[in-house]
């Protein structure tokens, strides 16, 4: 991690105090006390919550050094050493550049996406991190906040850095693209997601394609070969001199998803890649995580990660908690169900995602609990009465679903499939518990201000 010397090069500031405390290393960044370590180096950001309020359970928990903005009264820090700056996201974003710029040997991967960013980053970090040291975006950290956080935590002895690029209106992905300057950038895929700030597919596909915008000449873009937009994206990462690499199911992607064969356990795998075989078990029961970890084996391999290696790591890719994790639950009447846990996000692509995995697990009954899909605009009440009509086609038993644009999707379903409706999901919890059988399987999906997850914790605490 960075020296305070070089925080303080970063912000170009000057220091006063203790030369000595120069010398010494952060052992990470913090931006909330509760998760603080000691050693870290804290910055006070104003958000929703003002981490000024915080400096003095920082400096208890031990924290190093605080970073601070100049309105803030330091006359009770005397003992403390902390940097004062005009505005502290200000100063998170220096920092973040500047650990970046040290970073002369390490491959840096960027990932962006409609869906799969986290998974691909996930399943990425699994395939890499034995052989050689890897930074990673943590959680889904991957905003005008989370890129410059994540970017801080590398150091000149980094092998490799990968790192979500997200965004939620027009114009983020450009400014963050140029903070991470990646080696490699992905992307996943372009579906209607965040429309409401958006527009339409195009605009979205646009926006996506900002993540190649400062690519080289021997950087590498890996692109969704199934997209429709695939030959736009190519056409713009062909002008940077970009070498191009498609991941896809359709024939003529340089690495292809072959064949998808579900069993007990999960599935059996087959993909190409150029011109090699590749096969393997995973614990997933949709194809679409077959298709992220294709994604992370494109980019493992541009990062110098040998195929041979690679595929020693791949039977531990699974799938991530509120991402398709799948677990067996014992109800407080003695039921054992079993619970799909897809609720982190939802847009009409993942809600397809995650019906197929409901499809696919065997159980005795199919309940679905969804939902809405936020932030689509005008194109929401469409959009849910798509998924409203796809459900009513399917062979689930049950539905019940959260939030005022399930009113849409209602209307689309059969009667005999509607068991519960409610604003919030708190109001749900007694009618699903009261409708859950044994051998039950449940699927959670849908976005996550909605908190579908507490479901889970509801059954498992009753």
Request: net charge positive; hydrophobic share 40%; charged share 20%.
């Amino acid at each position: 991690m960075l020296s305070l010397a070089q925080i303080l090069e970063a912000l170009n500031l000057n220091f006063h105090a203790n030369i000595s405390i120069l010398h010494e290393s952060i052992t990470g960044i913090s931006i909330d006390t509760r998760t603080l370590q000691p050693g870290n180096l804290f910055i006070a950001l104003k958000g929703k919550n003002d981490g000024h309020h915080y400096i003095k359970e920082a400096i208890k928990k031990g924290a190093i050094a605080v970073i601070v903005e100049d309105s803030f009264n330091t006359e009770d820090m005397t003992n403390t050493t902390y940097f004062k700056v005009p505005h502290t996201l200000e100063a998170l974003k220096k920092i973040g550049i500047y650990a970046r710029a040290q970073c002369h040997n390490t491959k840096i991967i960027a990932i962006t996406g409609s869906v799969g960013k986290t998974t691909v980053k996930e399943y990425l970090k699994t395939l890499m991190w034995p052989f050689g040291k890897t930074v990673a975006t943590q959680k889904s950290y991957n905003g005008s906040i989370g890129v410059p956080y994540s970017l801080a935590h590398l150091s000149h002895d980094s092998a490799f850095g990968i790192f979500e690029v997200g965004m939620n209106k027009r114009g983020e992905i450009a400014p963050l693209t140029q903070m991470v300057k990646p080696d490699i950038a992905i992307v996943t895929s372009i579906h209607l997601a965040h429309t409401e700030q958006t527009g339409t597919l195009d605009d979205i596909a646009a926006e996506k394609s900002d993540i190649l915008s400062t690519l080289e000449k021997g950087n590498t873009a890996i692109l969704p070969f199934n997209a429709p937009h695939y030959q736009f994206l190519k056409d713009k990462a062909a002008r940077t001199g970009a070498n191009i690499i498609s991941v896809g199911t359709k024939q003529g992607a340089d690495i292809q998803l072959i064949a998808f064969d579900t069993h007990d356990k999960g599935a059996s795998i087959k993909a190409k890649v150029f011109d090699d075989n590749l096969s393997w078990e995973m614990q997933a029961y949709a194809k679409h995580y077959a298709i992220s970890a294709l994604f992370a084996v494109a980019a493992a391999l541009t990062a110098g990660v040998a195929l041979d290696k690679i595929k020693t790591m791949l039977p531990e890719l699974k799938p991530l908690p509120g991402r398709g994790s799948i677990e067996k639950i014992k109800l407080r009447n003695g039921h054992i169900i079993t619970i799909i846990d897809d609720s982190y996000n939802a847009n009409i692509a993942s809600m397809k995602a995650g019906l197929s995995i409901l499809n696919a697990v065997k159980g005795k009954r199919k309940i679905a609990v969804l939902g809405e899909m936020r932030e689509l605009g005008s194109q929401s009440k469409h959009l849910h009465e798509e998924l409203g009509r796809l459900v009513s086609c399917t062979n689930i038993d049950s539905v019940f679903s959260c939030g005022i644009e399930m009113r849409h999707f209602n209307n689309k379903l059969q009667k005999i499939q509607l068991k519960g409706y409610a604003d919030t999901i708190q109001n749900l919890y007694i009618p699903i518990e009261q409708e859950l059988q044994n051998g039950d399987v449940v699927l959670l999906k849908g976005s996550n201000g909605n908190h579908i997850w507490k479901i889970k914790d509801y059954l498992m605490n009753t």
